[in-house]
Every structure is written in structure tokens, then in C-alpha cells.
T-cell receptor, first 116, second 115 residues
Framework: AQSVSQHNHHVILSEAASLELGCNYS??????LFWYVQYPGQHLQLLLK??????LVKGIKGFEAEFIKSKFSFNLRKPSVQWSDTAEYFC??????????????FGTGTRLQVTL | DTGVSQNPRHKITKRGQNVTFRCDPI?????LYWYRQTLGQGPEFLTY????????KSRLLSDRFSAERPKGSFSTLEIQRTEQGDSAMYLC?????????????FGPGTRLTVL
């Protein structure tokens, strides 16, 4: 069974600082990869996704993530965070070779707090 | 709003009572998922429907849990004889079901508190 590890549980940054949140997954086959964000009081929203092709994917609000297959990693980055990026960030994986699309396996999440 | 909707948003119940939650997916999405999220954790998969067929169930889904999607549109999740450990946020998601992509759109969740 697949699993996802997010090693940063709580990150505090000042506005304009650069962000990198780690995500590693455990699965032997091909996967789809996702980052979801949950702003305070709101529901989970898709930030970006990787299905195939260019391993550097760009999402909304200036976020990007790089899929490094050899490291089983899909780290999330943003060059300059804003106060409005304060939220919880979840990495998720979905195997592609199961025959039918099925469950997402999520990491435990990283709480990002951006200070002014 | 054409997103995934869930009702109720909050439910407080006493231990031993039965509760039922409803999820309305995005129109024309034929895949529907239920997840459970507890404090400090990411969502955990419970079950999944393609149209009205329930195709996968997690071992987290004990005999007290049952889910239905009778006409392939909305879905209900029922918990019988609730226990305090059932307290969590119950999330519903839907996806279009075309191709091998699995972009899931989440609803706001139903927060269950079992006293």
C-alpha cells in the first residue's frame, strides 16, 4: 500500500520568505501526485497536480512543485510567501495502475503560518 | 455554487445514536468518495462509488458504517451506534471519472461530535 510523508508539521515564515515543503511517497509504480491547500475555515482545494510529462508543475497563486522520481519526492515551493498563504498544505498520491481511479492517500499535512 | 455540497455541516450526537450525512457531488461527476479527517491528520479514505456501484471500501469502514449512492447522484453515509472515536470531519469528494486522471473536488465536510 502507498504512503505519504510530510516531515514539516508546522512551518513559520515571514512574508516574502521562500517556501519549500517536503513530500515523499512510498509506492513502487507510477503515480499521480497532488498538493491540496486548506485555508482557515475553508474546504480542501487543489493547488497543483502532476500526472505525466514535465516534472516541474506550476499551480495557482505562484506555487510550483517538482516531481523527482528517483527520490520519490514531490516538494512544494513558492519563491515569496504572502500572509494570505497561511493555511494547511496536504500532499496526496494516487496510483495509476489500479485499473480504476481510486483513493487518494494523504500525508499528515503541514501547517504554514506566515507572519507580517 | 456548483461545487460539492454536504449536509449537515455540523452534527452533535450522543453515543449510541445513529447519524446520516448527505453529499451532493458536482453535476455529472460519476465518481464519489468519502474520507474521514481527524485533528492533526490528513484525510483517510473510507469508500468510493462509480455511479451507483460501491467499488472500494477501506478497513476503516466498520460494520457500523454504510454508504449508498442509490441513483448515482447524491450519496449518504450512515453511522450506526456511534462511538466517541467516530468524532471527526467527514469529507466527500467527486471526480469526473474520465481517463486515468483523478482530480478530486472536495466538499466542506460534516463535523461530527459524539458525546
Amino acid at each position: 500500500a502507498q504512503s505519504v510523508s510530510q516531515h514539516n508539521h508546522h512551518v513559520i515564515l515571514s512574508e516574502a520568505a521562500s517556501l519549500e515543503l517536503g513530500c515523499n511517497y512510498s509506492y513502487g509504480g507510477t503515480v499521480n501526485l497532488f498538493w491540496y491547500v486548506q485555508y482557515p475555515g475553508q474546504h480542501l482545494q487543489l493547488l497543483l497536480k502532476y500526472f505525466s510529462g514535465d516534472p516541474l508543475v506550476k499551480g495557482i497563486k505562484g506555487f510550483e512543485a517538482e516531481f523527482i522520481k528517483s527520490k520519490f519526492s514531490f516538494n512544494l515551493r513558492k519563491p515569496s510567501v504572502q500572509w494570505s498563504d497561511t493555511a494547511e498544505y496536504f500532499c496526496a498520491v494516487n496510483p495509476t495502475n489500479t485499473g480504476t481511479a481510486s483513493k487518494l492517500t494523504f500525508g499528515t499535512g503541514t501547517r504554514l503560518q506566515v507572519t507580517l | 455554487d456548483t461545487g460539492v455540497s454536504q449536509n449537515p455541516r455540523h452534527k452533535i450526537t450522543k453515543r449510541g445514536q445513529n447519524v446520516t450525512f448527505r453529499c451532493d457531488p458536482i453535476s455529472e461527476h460519476n465518481r464519489l468518495y468519502w474520507y474521514r479527517q481527524t485533528l492533526g491528520q490528513g484525510p483517510e479514505f473510507l469508500t468510493y462509488f462509480q455511479n451507483e456501484a460501491q467499488l472500494e471500501k477501506s478497513r476503516l469502514l466498520s460494520d457500523r458504517f454504510s454508504a449508498e449512492r442509490p441513483k448515482g447522484s447524491f450519496s449518504t453515509l450512515e453511522i450506526q451506534r456511534t462511538e466517541q472515536g467516530d468524532s471527526a470531519m467527514y469529507l466527500c469528494a467527486s471526480s469526473p471519472g474520465r481517463g486515468s486522471y483523478n482530480e478530486q473536488f472536495f466538499g466542506p465536510g460534516t463535523r461530527l461530535t459524539v458525546l
